[in-house]
């Protein structure tokens, strides 16, 4: 019951591109109020780099009660989706597991969290 | 004119010096004295200056480049550097040398010249494709993607279509049987119990099956005619309409015009026929140029609402009212002539915006260009409905969702978010999503039920969930 929920949402982006969408995703997730996001998975499909972020709306108490958590998030969410047109942002299903996420995450530890240069990296040695 | 002018008059503007007519009128000369000598001789004094400085303003205010702030009453400019941009562009007639000169045929008419691609002439790439005469059925549907192929399969003649960007869906049939079609898909329509909505027959119309033209021909042919349109004066009342729709800056929203113009082009590249010009010829151009007429505000009226357009409509008329009384229209003066407090126009904004930002419109061009037909000896495409709509769809969604107020209050339904996202994107049904969510079955229909309300009040959007 205590478990939150998390809404997927993957930009679809080229390889050129990727830091300039990560950019802009980590400018949105800093306007909010703190709002648990991860990388859940990164895939390619042909010249496309497609990244899914796993959004946490809160618990279902949270979402039930439209408390100040879930509200956070759907407008993080809606930011997205809007601010980040360019990219093709859309609702997704969160991966179960996600090796390239794994691989990302440890890039991103190892380099002191900087996302942009982590993907970019991520993207040159797809 | 020149654009020195036009400089002083926003400086003037954004200044906040606007009520003063002193300060207006000495920075007017100040700028005329600075070397717009060429305009000097159209006023004579301080009062004709005044006087052109309202009339421009006026024209500010109808074309969108002021607004009034509501907490202080005063005027603004919207945004300088577009509004210096259009002024200039009004001063100079907007003509640019670059830009192809339309030729003014006696019926009042433009026309531009025939289109060369890849040493290809106009005629000969529409010679692919020869002009015939059909019936033309069109409606709007829920779900197109699912019911227009069962529709075709089911209609005994041989039928066309295609994807259009309006989402409308047309089914062309051969002359003389519209009347039938029509008839056979509404009993089609009502034994399935499917919604059919503002159903249509034109018939005798031209109709091309350009999936006979190769489609670099096509695709060069709409990417060159919507450059020439874009360069006219037109292109650019057409840029402006959209950035009064987006709220963005004209140089923002350059490439999303463009995208959505070669989009609607590619919507009109089957009805163009070359002999029924003015003079008995035209070209594509030509075509692209006089129907974009009316485009924007179509747009705009299907995104705001005629409600929402009228209520503009009465502010430029009490504005323009109030400036030749001699006074300033004040939002406090505007609000006795209008309803100010329409709550959907921030929601109607952001579903055009959803529609606006269709990137990669080649792309999508070419996928609309995949001509569906059950004629043995036609073209038929199997991927025909595979347009990419899961960012507007993720989009319009979110919008039903999340909404913000006037006041900055921002209200969510979180309930119905989480059940229309798990169960469209989490592949559940609703008993499912009822048991993930901890809810009644009957909860998770009622969130759905108020996403699809939402869509009902607003036709793009509707279309955009299918």
Not at chain 2, 78 to 83: C, I, K, L, Q, T
Not at chain 2, 98 to 106: C, F, I, K, R
Not at chain 2, 317 to 331: V, Y
Not at chain 2, 384 to 412: I, M, Q, W
Request: with cysteine; net charge negative.
């Amino acid at each position: 019951m205590n478990n939150t929920i998390e809404v997927g949402i993957t930009l679809a982006t080229s390889q050129e591109d990727l830091s300039v969408a990560a950019h802009s995703l980590a400018n949105l997730i800093s306007e909010e109020m703190p709002v648990p996001v991860r990388l859940a998975g990164i895939d390619f499909e042909g010249s496309h780099v497609l990244l899914t972020m796993a959004i946490s709306v809160g618990t279902l108490e949270d979402i039930k009660a439209n408390s100040t958590t879930s509200k956070v998030a759907f407008v993080l969410i809606d930011k997205v989706l809007n601010g980040l047109s360019r990219h093709q942002a859309h609702l997704s299903a969160v991966p179960e597991h996600s090796v390239a996420a794994d691989f990302a995450r440890e890039l991103l530890e190892s380099r002191s969290g900087d996302v942009e240069v982590a993907l970019a990296d991520l993207a040159m040695a797809a | 004119m020149n654009p020195t002018m036009a400089a002083a008059f926003v400086t003037v503007l954004s200044d906040g010096a606007w009520n003063d007519a002193e300060t207006v009128n000495t920075l007017a000369l100040q700028t005329l004295a600075d070397g717009g000598t060429d305009v000097l001789d159209q006023f004579d004094d301080d009062r004709a200056i005044n006087v052109a400085l309202r009339r421009t303003r006026t024209w500010m205010i109808r074309e969108g480049l002021l607004e009034f702030d509501a907490t202080t009453g005063d005027i603004r400019v919207v945004d300088p550097e577009d509004a210096t941009a259009a002024i200039a562009a009004q001063l100079e007639d907007s003509n640019d040398p670059a830009a192809p000169e339309p030729t003014v045929l006696p019926s009042g008419k433009q026309a531009f010249y025939d289109i060369e691609v890849e040493g290809v002439s106009e005629d000969e790439i529409w010679g692919y494709a020869p002009t015939v005469t059909m019936d033309r059925l069109s409606f709007t549907l829920t779900n197109p993607q699912e019911f227009v192929s069962q529709i075709m399969d089911m209609l005994p003649m041989t039928t066309f279509t295609r994807l259009y960007s309006d989402h409308r869906s047309r089914i062309w049939v051969p002359q003389g049987q519209g009347a039938e079609a029509r008839a056979l898909v509404e009993a089609w329509a009502s034994a399935n119990d499917i919604d059919l909505m503002r159903i249509r027959v034109d018939e005798s119309v031209s109709f091309r099956n350009i999936a006979q033209i190769p489609s670099h021909l096509v695709g060069g042919l709409v990417q060159q005619a919507v450059d020439v349109v874009l360069n006219t004066s037109r292109g650019h009342n057409i840029c402006r309409g959209f950035r009064n729709l987006a709220e963005r800056r004209i140089s923002e929203i350059t490439e999303d015009v463009r995208s959505a113009l070669i989009l609607f082009a590619y919507d009109l590249l089957d009805r163009f026929d070359d002999a029924r010009g003015a003079t008995g010829k035209t070209n594509f151009t030509t075509f692209v140029y006089g129907k974009s007429a009316n485009w924007v505000y179509d747009l705009e009226r299907r995104s705001y609402g005629r409600e929402v357009l009228d209520t503009r409509r009465k502010m430029v008329e009490a504005s323009d009212e109030l400036i030749a009384r001699g006074e300033d229209p004040t939002q406090s003066m505007l609000n006795s002539h209008i309803d100010a407090g329409d709550g959907s126009f921030a929601e109607r904004m952001r579903v055009f915006q959803a529609l606006l930002n269709i990137r990669d419109a080649e792309a999508i061009g070419e996928a609309h260009l995949q001509i569906r037909s059950n004629d043995p000896n036609g073209p038929s495409s199997e991927d025909v409905f595979d347009l990419p709509t899961a960012h507007e769809l993720s989009r319009a969604v979110s919008s039903a969702c999340v909404t913000y107020g006037e006041n900055g209050k921002v209200r969510t339904d979180g309930v119905a978010l989480m059940s229309t996202y798990l169960s469209t994107w989490g592949g559940m049904t609703k008993r499912e999503v009822a048991k993930v969510l901890s809810v009644r079955e009957h909860t998770v229909g009622a969130g759905i039920r108020r996403v699809a309300a939402k869509a009902q009040d607003n036709e793009a959007l509707l279309d955009v969930l299918g």
